[in-house]
């Protein structure tokens, strides 16, 4: 398949894997941080950039959006790293379970494998999911992704999000939407059980905003519970979105999680 990605540095692999709606342009800032020590390979999932849209006749599978982490790995010797924001996130971390050893660092940033809240009885955070999921799920089937944008900018960046964004954003923000209304079915179709996540060999850094919304708070209590061994940091104030949003808060965690890998 064709896998869009930029390519920059020199060093061990760093793969990092962009968020829904916003594609590896994200990473602009976490690249030039790294690039002097590392290769930083930063993807586009299926729908972004040039990497070709999910083809649409059968739900989308965290297996099939990993894909395209594992063919950049496939191209590099030695150990790869891999950082992955919400849906990124997720797709890390089932990247790192299919790659197994050759992953030695994997950094989640606010990740969103809502399968697990069904999975570990968080019913009232799966409730809260289930409710954007079906709203983007009816109304981009319509194909009125105006208003599934502006439920989703609302909940992912705070409320009264939308209303603010300047009207040349909110386009552009309608315009990458599409591949989310697959996405959900990767994120909530995955049979991946948490005791799988406990054999993970990487050394796991989750970093996550305590006031972010139920549902990752919860996903990050349910990893934090099963996997003691791995390493949680909380950034105050970032929200959701603050990789983007806030890159001076995560990016320097991002490095220095890396920069302590003993390969």
């Not at 800032?29 to 990497?51: M, P």
């Not at 299919?98 to 940033?109: A, H, N, T, Y």
């Not at 697959?182 to 054999?199: F, L, P, Q, R, S």
């Not at 050394?203 to 990752?216: E, F, K, M, N």
Request: proline content about 7%; charged content about 20%; aromatic content about 8%.
């Amino acid at each position: 398949m064709q896998v869009d990605y930029t390519d920059e540095g020199q060093g061990p692999v760093v793969v990092l894997i962009h968020s829904s709606v916003s594609a590896n342009q994200q990473w602009r800032a976490l690249t030039e941080a790294l690039k002097d020590r590392y290769r930083v390979l930063a993807v586009n999932l299926f729908g972004y950039g040039e990497t070709p849209p999910w083809p649409g006749n059968s739900p989308q599978s965290l297996y099939a959006q990993a894909q395209p982490v594992l063919a950049l790995s496939e191209e590099t010797a030695g150990p790869v790293h891999l950082v992955g924001h919400s849906f990124g996130g997720t797709v890390a971390l089932k990247a790192a379970m299919l790659l197994g050893p050759r992953v030695g660092s994997l950094v989640l940033l606010e990740p969103n494998p809502f399968y697990l809240l069904q999975q570990n009885g968080r019913t009232r955070a799966l409730l809260e999911v289930c409710g954007l999921r079906d709203h983007v799920k009816c109304f981009g089937a319509l194909g009125d992704w105006s208003r599934v944008a502006e439920r989703f900018a609302d909940y992912w960046l705070g409320d009264g999000a939308w209303r603010a964004m300047p009207e040349k954003r909110r386009a552009a923000f309608i315009k990458a939407l599409p591949p989310n209304f697959h996405e959900w079915d990767a994120v909530m179709n995955e049979e991946t059980t948490i005791e799988e996540c406990k054999g993970l060999t990487a050394r796991t850094l989750v970093v996550s905003d305590q006031a972010t919304r139920l549902p990752i708070r919860e996903i990050v209590d349910i990893l934090a519970e099963a996997c003691p061994h791995w390493s949680f940091h909380s950034v105050a104030k970032g929200g959701h979105m603050a990789p983007l949003t806030h890159p001076e808060l995560v990016n320097p965690v991002i490095r220095d999680f890396l920069d302590a890998d003993p390969a």
